[in-house]
């Protein structure tokens, strides 16, 4: 292979973490729990200079309330997966499952359930009326859960050689919470490569990495394309790990041009996580001025949370045709995109994507360079088969009310969306109790890797133990969303998916209509004032787990 770069570096750091894989597989359970509780203190103490570097890549001003999406995608999801991770090696250290103490569920078609949030009292009160569930494939039994929780930490001493990650280039937790699942989860010493929008970060991770560093098990290197090129390709690693598009796994399987009727010329195993077209399914129901106000504004943020690019970013929305409130809620839709805080375009290529989509929809601009896609058709059209990666959403039109249109829509996102990692339900308390068994059964039909009603698919790649990733099936040659999962810090085997819930009204109204749920409008709103102050009081929290915390952290999310 030719190069234009030093390609020492590189030889270097696989050099070293090939003799670091047998140090790791000398490395015991009490010294690995103890390195994340290491990790997770570093990671608390430095914090602040993480959500500081993110802010230069996001380019976002110091005093911006959408810096509440750097702590709380950033510093805060990774100290809580650090200390879930390390509560699940303690039971394994005691000869434990991580399952032992926890009361399994069973979820439709006879599957097992772990639930995964809330997971203690904590959750009950910073995430009151949330819950989220993993779903383990038919045909596992709870006995054998619980046997298999743990995956290769069963046999620490049987390592797995030197993995090769490469870092996404969106939310700064995404590359070392991979890190930590390969090191894992899977037993293999890491070379993670960052992805070059994200190099700001590198003194942080390898900071909070130093006790990995400093074993010889993690290595950090940056580049460009050709460096990751060199990197998958090399003798020395033995699994390719990615998170980010599908053309750019094809890229790195299949060569340029992608063609995949020959051979890929990766020749080791690669897992990936990759994004879609996400649907988000809005029941018709009876809704008041507010409901429709504050769904809209969640359907916002579920497209422009951080910029719009986010692998489960929403893209398509999908109401009923003949509800009576379908044109006062996208009046709402249009109000809340349109006064979501401007922000600057960082993503690479976003601007010829919006641009792209313009060209094929010129009626779709709304304010701040974003497009709203309205009235399209429901197959054969770019916006089902694209992932923009940017501000564009769409809104298609079915037929049918109630269990007939939720059916439509599931029908609808199986069969004419690209991607299988996250699909949205929207649903008012009434609509769900008469639906009943039939939106278990839109749940269990939707072949997606979470499943969320009334909250965003997001909160699952936020709850450390539940499971991330694309539903399973997918092959090299038809990839969608990606081949396994990450997370998972229940180290879970077979999993098939994770389903998230939530409360359709904040609090108060959510009281005040009977549901039992105190939380007021999410911090990762979009459309909340107080994200940045309520995103670094709960970071710090699950830093250092003060009670004397949590009045500040309320206060501040009630004023949201």
């Known amino acids: 292979m030719s190069t234009s770069f030093d390609t020492a570096v590189i030889d270097t750091a696989l050099a070293d973490l090939a003799q670091g894989e047998a140090t790791w597989a000398a490395t015991g359970l009490r010294r ?25 890549v996001k380019k976002l001003d110091a005093d911006s309330p959408l810096l509440g999406e750097e702590w709380m995608s950033g510093p805060m999801t990774m100290l809580a997966s650090a200390r879930a991770l390390s509560e699940s090696m303690a039971a ?90 390969e090191l894992y989860a899977n037993n293999r010493v890491v070379a993670l490569k960052l992805n070059p929008i994200t190099d700001p970060m ?49 890229a790195i399987v299949w060569g340029p041009g992608a063609d995949k009727t020959g051979e890929p010329i990766l020749d080791k195993p690669i897992t990936s996580e990759l994004g879609g077209v996400a649907p988000c399914i809005v029941v018709p129901g009876d809704w008041s001025a507010a409901d429709l106000k504050f769904q809209a504004e969640h359907v916002a943020t579920q497209r422009l949370h951080n910029g719009g690019y986010n692998c489960v970013a929403a893209q398509t929305v999908v109401l009923a045709a003949d509800w009576p409130l379908k044109e006062q809620f996208l009046t709402e839709l249009r109000a809340a995109i349109d006064n979501a805080p401007a922000r600057t375009a960082y993503y690479p290529g976003s601007d010829n994507r919006v641009a792209g989509a313009l060209a094929d929809y010129p009626d779709a601009a709304r304010a701040n360079g974003r497009l709203l896609v309205e009235n399209l058709p429901a197959s054969d059209t770019a916006l089902l088969r694209t992932e923009y990666f940017s501000p564009v959403l769409g809104v298609v039109e079915l037929p049918g009310t109630g269990a007939e249109f939720l059916g439509n ?44 009603l009334n909250v965003w698919t997001a909160l699952a790649f936020l709850t450390p133990r539940a499971s991330w990733g694309a539903y399973p099936g997918h092959t090299i040659d038809d990839i969608q969303s990606g081949i396994g999962v990450v997370h998972n810090a229940f180290l879970l085997d077979d999993v098939e998916r994770t389903v998230v819930r939530g409360p359709f009204r904040p609090a108060p109204r959510s009281i005040l209509r009977g549901e039992f749920a105190l939380t007021p409008k999410p911090p990762w709103f979009v459309s909340n004032k107080t994200g940045a102050p309520t995103g670094r009081k709960l970071t710090d929290f699950y830093g250092d787990g003060k009670l004397r915390r949590l009045p500040g952290i309320f206060v501040s999310a009630l004023r949201g």
């Not at 994340?36 to 802010?55: M, P």
């Not at 499952?97 to 772990?114: K, N, W």
């Not at 709870?142 to 001493?157: E, F, H, I």
């Not at 590198?202 to 074993?215: D, H, M, S, T, Y």
């Open 92 to 181: 394994l250290e005691k000869g434990s499952s991580p399952l032992e103490d926890v009361d399994l569920g069973t979820a439709p078609g006879g599957r097992v359930s772990v639930p995964a949030l809330p997971h203690g009292i904590y959750d009950k009160l910073l995430l009151s009326g949330f819950s989220a569930d993993v779903w383990l494939r038919p045909g596992i039994d709870a006995a054998t859960a619980r046997r298999k929780a743990g995956l290769a930490q069963l046999d620490p001493a049987k390592t797995n050689g030197v993995g090769a990650v490469l870092g996404a280039g969106n939310i700064m937790s995404i590359a070392p919470l991979d890190t930590l699942y």
């Open 32 to 56: 690995r729990r103890e390195l994340l509780d290491e990790l997770h203190a570093l990671t608390a103490r430095d914090a602040e200079a993480w959500v500081a570097a993110a802010r230069t």
């Open 409 to 452: 829509a599931v029908d609808f996102a199986n069969d004419e969306l690209m991607g299988t990692l996250g699909a949205n339900i929207i649903a008012d308390p009434a609509t769900i109790a008469a639906l009943g068994a039939k939106l278990d059964t839109a749940i269990e039909d939707l072949r997606y890797g979470t499943v969320a």
């Open 202 to 250: 590198l003194p942080v991770f390898q900071a909070i990495f130093a006790p990995f560093i400093e074993l010889g098990v993690v290595r950090i290197l940056t580049g460009g394309a050709p460096e990751g090129g060199y990197l998958v390709n090399h003798p020395l690693v033995g699994h390719v790990h990615m998170t980010g598009g599908a053309p750019t796994h094809d």
